[in-house]
């Protein structure tokens, strides 16, 4: 079955940085975009960061521009967000998911879906 586990989070102070990790397991990794989510307390899931299969291809919400880099190790199975100059509204659940096609996880995410990793920024 297909499992995505992700890692790496933290409490952090603001401006600090912190690096995610998903591992995936039971799907034929390189062909599957991946993509990143969020969840803040109240608040709605909203899509955070998306890399194609290959790698070549990233997209990443405004909010997070210029501050987060997602890349992925196909070797390794594994999917980063690099999460730098942080800010106390990053603070939420951040949820790794996995799919076939790019447009969609930024339109509403992937197949799969881990079971999230908490993310807390203090100011």
């Known amino acids: 079955q297909v499992q995505l586990v992700e890692s790496g989070g933290g409490l952090v102070q603001a401006g600090g940085s912190l690096r995610l990790s998903c591992g995936a397991s039971g799907i034929t990794f390189g062909t599957y975009a991946m993509g990143w989510f969020r969840q803040a307390p109240g608040k709605e899931r909203e899509f955070v960061a998306v890399?194609?299969?290959?790698?070549?291809?990233?997209d990443y919400a405004d909010s997070v521009k210029g501050r987060f880099t997602i890349t992925r190790d196909n070797a390794k199975n594994t999917v980063y967000l690099q999460m730098n100059s942080l800010k106390p509204e990053d603070t939420a659940v951040y949820y790794c998911?996995?799919?076939?096609?790019?447009?969609?996880?930024?339109?509403?995410?992937?197949?799969?879906w881990g079971q999230g990793t908490q993310v807390t920024v203090s100011s």
């Open positions: 998911t996995a799919g076939p096609k790019f447009n969609a996880i930024v339109a509403r995410g992937g197949d799969y």
């Open positions: 890399i194609s299969g290959i790698g070549g291809l990233t």
